[in-house]
């Protein structure tokens, strides 16, 4: 409760921006993730790794934009390509070589990737991914992980009556014998298993190589297709959570951080399946969305990707991100808090418990109320990040941005010690 008063009390043009919003939004914005009690915090802006509370506080940004804000909020070169896009003109109704470009660096870079169609969103890749699944195997059932999310029509940490309707069938994450059983009672109506190879939303729960290797195995017998969702994994090596595992899904989902901070999504896979979108196809399939090309997208993700996302920074970047990880997990058990922060390379997430955390529901067991208190305080120690504990890193953080998220976890299990 002081926690929450300390917030209140930081924030009151949040508050009053809040109510505002609210007559007109309902709960204040369009995002239900970036509610939290009392009120969501309003931005005023960012500039590289920090971000500006309406209240004028600046805060190290360690929510990254759940994963999309990687290259942070100025970084020179998208903004040049920005600049550039804009002098070309937008709505151009037209293919673009950004288009063909970004494609084809997507395509080089991820071995599941044959071909790409773009989209504006994660979620709505997904949707088509699963679409397309359904479809070519002429079979009905999804296999989805209880407590996975693939997206707002995808979500099934909890129930949700917005859900698209596909007939899920469900698996626990990292556990194979779940995944089989399920299969067999699928039968032969399985069309396709849609997983994370790390659980991302769920709690950066990363998936055992046996377990996604032992998926790949399943659909081979049951003839039903693979589909790594790597929206939030793919920033996590040159090739994505495939590449590290060496399995290559028959498809795959892309979005977030590939647009250099703009809107996107996308999917892709083996030629033989994608080929089926190309309109000259005898039986081709319809996939439209105004915007699935536009301008700045295009371009803006083209030299992120080709000019700042490179396969060296990537490695770099991620190993950075374990060893800040390896350092927060270090000061934890040095203070003897029931506390642990799991992920890899650079996505994490804090759980208030010293129990393995392998699957969602390993992640309920935790005290909701710790982990409110270790969001509140966090924020109220100039580290934003999600209010479920989930911290991004992005490319702009340097040492002393690592050492401060690390000072601020340090004075987080001191001060609340008993409690943990
Ligand atoms: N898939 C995963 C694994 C995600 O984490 C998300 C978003 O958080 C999505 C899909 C949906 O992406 P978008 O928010 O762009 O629709």
Redesign the pocket.
């Known amino acids: 409760r002081d926690a929450i008063q300390r917030f209140t009390e930081k924030n009151p043009k949040s508050l009053a921006q809040h109510r505002t919003a609210s007559a007109v939004l309902p709960g204040g914005n369009t995002r239900t993730v970036l509610y939290h009690e009392p009120f969501p915090m309003a931005l005023s802006g960012g500039e590289g790794c920090y971000v500006t509370s309406l209240d004028g506080v600046r805060y190290l940004d360690g929510l990254g934009e759940?994963t999309a804000g990687l290259f942070g909020h100025s970084d020179p070169v998208i903004r040049a390509a920005i600049d550039t896009a804009l002098d070309g003109g937008l709505v151009l109704g037209g293919h673009t070589r950004p288009e063909a470009g970004l494609a084809a660096l997507l395509c080089d870079r991820f071995p599941a990737m044959d071909l790409v169609r773009f989209t504006n969103?994660?979620?709505?890749a997904?949707l088509l991914a699963v679409g397309l699944a359904r479809t070519l195997t002429g079979r009905s059932k999804v296999m989805v992980t209880s407590g996975g999310?693939?997206?707002?029509m995808m979500l099934f940490a909890a129930p949700n009556p917005l859900n698209v309707p596909f007939p899920y069938v469900f698996m626990t994450y990292n556990d194979l014998d779940s995944a089989k059983a399920t299969a067999a009672e699928a039968g032969d109506d399985l069309a396709c298993i849609l997983v994370?190879p790390m659980m991302?939303?769920g709690g950066c729960i990363a998936g055992d190589p046996d377990f996604l290797r032992g998926l790949r195995d399943l659909a081979d017998r049951t003839g039903a297709l693979l589909i790594f969702?790597e929206?939030?994994t793919s920033r996590l090596s040159p090739g994505g959570l495939q590449l590290t595992h060496g399995i290559t899904p028959d498809l795959m989902?892309i979005?977030?951080y590939i647009g250099g901070g703009l809107t996107f999504?996308g999917f892709g896979g083996r030629g033989d399946l994608m080929r089926r979108f190309d309109p000259a196809a005898p039986d081709a399939l319809l996939h439209a969305g105004t915007f699935n090309n536009n301008t700045l997208t295009m371009s803006a993700g083209l030299a992120a990707m080709s000019q700042v996302y490179t396969p060296d920074v990537i490695a770099a970047h991620n190993a950075r991100g374990d060893r800040l990880r390896d350092r927060l997990n270090a000061i934890c058990s040095d203070a003897g808090a029931a506390f642990q922060f799991t992920g890899i390379g650079s996505m994490m997430t804090a759980h208030p418990t010293a129990a393995p955390i392998r699957t969602y529901s390993d992640t309920l067991s935790a005290d909701p109320r710790l982990r409110a208190l270790f969001f509140f305080d966090m924020v109220d120690s100039g580290v934003w990040l999600a209010r479920r504990g989930m911290i991004n890193l992005s490319l702009p953080m340097g040492d002393a941005e690592h050492d401060r998220i690390a000072e601020a976890v340090e004075s987080f299990v001191t001060l609340r010690a008993p409690l943990l």
């Open positions: 759940y969103s994660g979620t709505e997904n999310y693939h997206g707002s994370e991302g939303s969702d929206v939030m989902t979005g977030k999504g």
